[in-house]
């Protein structure tokens, strides 16, 4: 077994491009996962239309350009300019401020103004809007101390928990743990006996004194042990590079991890027991890769998918693994209460595993 399983990694690190495949890509990806797939704003393009020259609309004005969120772009003088600038998108969202703002304001009367946003992506639309609300909830509380008005008698007071400042790389990095893990894992266990088919050693294999269940094994370790350690340090990095908060169990997180690895190496071994060519265990791969993404709740809610599709993705390892690391590294979930999590992926592990055997066995007789 150990004779096997040193021949595995040399032939995974003596070629140049499984190294690249191990090293490369995950690397690449954490970091621009990690910056780029965020739901924050920054920077949205704004454009001004003022028809008032009131102190009030220039106050508000300041602050819509003095926020971080927001970069003006262009300043409006007449109605049909509107379009110019939404219509192009060189603008998602435009202030219009009305004549009588600050006389209505002066005159301790409600005033409207009118935001107007470029819907065509309603989630960047719906971001941008509540940063405006931020802002304009702030000039309100502002104006109505400096007027000295009635404070309404009931207030909202908002308070995220486990995420405080509602920071989305908080969500979106812990994530990360389990897609690259999930992509290198697949790749080195669905190309392992597909790779000994094309390069011709496959035949070499029947004449150890290894039974079928042993050259498994020997095929399984490999990728069981560079998933664990690729996502050690993609925790790392979350936590030391990206400063996620990791305020969990590392035992509750690296049982998570062990059965997760396990599980998806059972299905790239499925995956590498039917493919003839390394062409076609990558495809296959990806053939699993990619709903797997989708349907595990990395980017989107479970909950909003159709009940059918909700039931297909009970089968996923991945699914089970987002709720554990997250769960774990956010909001200190305890081994205990993640059992409904753990025992799904050790069903998947051992099944996919048996079914590995049992068509590896096939293959060889």
Same mark, same amino acid.
């Given at each position: 077994?150990?004779? +096997? @399983?040193?021949?595995?990694?040399?032939?995974?690190?003596?070629?140049?491009?499984?190294?690249?495949?191990?090293?490369? &890509?995950?690397?690449?990806?954490?970091?621009?996962?990690?910056?780029?797939?965020?739901?924050?704003? !920054?920077?949205?393009?704004?454009?001004?239309? !003022?028809?008032?020259?009131? %102190?009030?609309?220039?106050?508000?004005?300041?602050?819509?350009?003095?926020?971080?969120?927001?970069?003006?772009?262009?300043?409006?003088?007449?109605?049909?300019?509107?379009?110019?600038?939404?219509? &192009?998108?060189?603008?998602?969202?435009?202030?219009?401020?009305?004549?009588?703002?600050?006389?209505?304001? %002066?005159?301790?009367?409600?005033?409207?103004?009118? @935001?107007?946003?470029?819907?065509?992506?309603?989630?960047?639309?719906? #971001?941008?809007?509540?940063?405006?609300?931020?802002?304009?909830?702030?000039?309100?509380?502002?104006?109505?101390?400096?007027?000295?008005?009635?404070? &309404?008698?009931?207030?909202?007071?908002?308070?995220?928990?486990?995420?405080?400042?509602?920071?989305?790389?908080?969500?979106?990095?812990?994530?990360?743990?389990?897609?690259?893990?999930?992509?290198?894992? $697949?790749?080195?266990?669905?190309?392992?006996?597909?790779?000994?088919?094309?390069?011709?050693?496959?035949?070499?294999?029947?004449?150890?004194?290894?039974?079928?269940?042993?050259?498994? #094994?020997?095929?399984?370790?490999?990728?069981? +042990?560079?998933?664990?350690?690729?996502?050690?340090?993609?925790?790392? $990095?979350?936590?030391?590079?990206?400063?996620? &908060?990791?305020?969990?169990?590392?035992?509750?997180?690296? +049982?998570?991890? =062990?059965?997760? =690895? =396990?599980?998806?190496?059972? =299905?790239?071994?499925?995956?590498?027991?039917?493919?003839?060519?390394?062409?076609?265990?990558?495809?296959?791969?990806? +053939?699993? *890769?990619?709903?797997?993404? *989708?349907?595990?709740?990395?980017?989107?809610?479970?909950? !909003?998918?159709?009940?059918?599709?909700?039931?297909?993705?009970?089968?996923?390892?991945?699914?089970?693994?987002?709720?554990?690391?997250?769960?774990? $590294?956010?909001?200190?979930?305890?081994?205990?209460?993640?059992?409904?999590?753990?025992?799904?992926?050790?069903?998947?592990?051992?099944?996919?595993?048996?079914?590995?055997?049992? $068509?590896?066995?096939?293959?060889?007789?």
């Amino acid at each position: 077994m150990l004779g +096997l @399983l040193k021949k595995e990694f040399l032939a995974l690190l003596r070629d140049k491009k499984s190294r690249f495949v191990l090293i490369g &890509p995950p690397l690449i990806q954490l970091l621009v996962f990690g910056y780029a797939a965020t739901f924050d704003l !920054n920077r949205v393009p704004i454009a001004i239309y !003022n028809e008032d020259s009131g %102190s009030a609309s220039r106050e508000l004005i300041a602050r819509f350009t003095g926020a971080k969120a927001f970069r003006e772009v262009g300043r409006i003088t007449r109605q049909s300019g509107i379009a110019e600038f939404i219509n &192009p998108k060189k603008a998602l969202l435009v202030l219009h401020i009305g004549r009588e703002f600050s006389r209505d304001l %002066s005159k301790r009367k409600p005033a409207s103004i009118q @935001l107007i946003v470029d819907g065509r992506n309603s989630n960047t639309a719906l #971001i941008a809007l509540n940063y405006a609300q931020t802002i304009l909830a702030g000039f309100n509380r502002t104006w109505t101390e400096q007027q000295r008005l009635a404070i &309404p008698p009931a207030r909202l007071e908002i308070r995220a928990w486990f995420n405080p400042n509602l920071n989305s790389q908080w969500f979106i990095v812990p994530g990360i743990v389990g897609l690259l893990t999930l992509v290198v894992t $697949m790749l080195v266990t669905a190309l392992s006996v597909a790779r000994e088919r094309e390069q011709g050693t496959f035949d070499q294999l029947l004449v150890t004194p290894f039974t079928p269940l042993e050259i498994l #094994i020997g095929k399984a370790l490999p990728g069981v +042990l560079i998933g664990l350690v690729e996502s050690s340090f993609i925790v790392l $990095m979350a936590v030391y590079w990206f400063h996620v &908060p990791f305020v969990g169990d590392v035992a509750a997180l690296y +049982l998570g991890i =062990v059965l997760f =690895v =396990v599980a998806t190496a059972g =299905v790239g071994l499925m995956i590498s027991s039917l493919a003839t060519t390394q062409q076609q265990g990558l495809l296959g791969a990806f +053939l699993f *890769i990619v709903p797997s993404i *989708i349907l595990s709740g990395f980017a989107t809610p479970i909950a !909003n998918m159709p009940e059918t599709v909700q039931t297909l993705t009970l089968l996923i390892p991945l699914r089970y693994f987002l709720v554990i690391v997250r769960g774990v $590294m956010l909001e200190s979930i305890p081994l205990s209460l993640l059992s409904d999590q753990y025992w799904p992926m050790a069903v998947i592990g051992f099944a996919t595993l048996g079914l590995a055997a049992w $068509m590896f066995r096939r293959r060889l007789y």
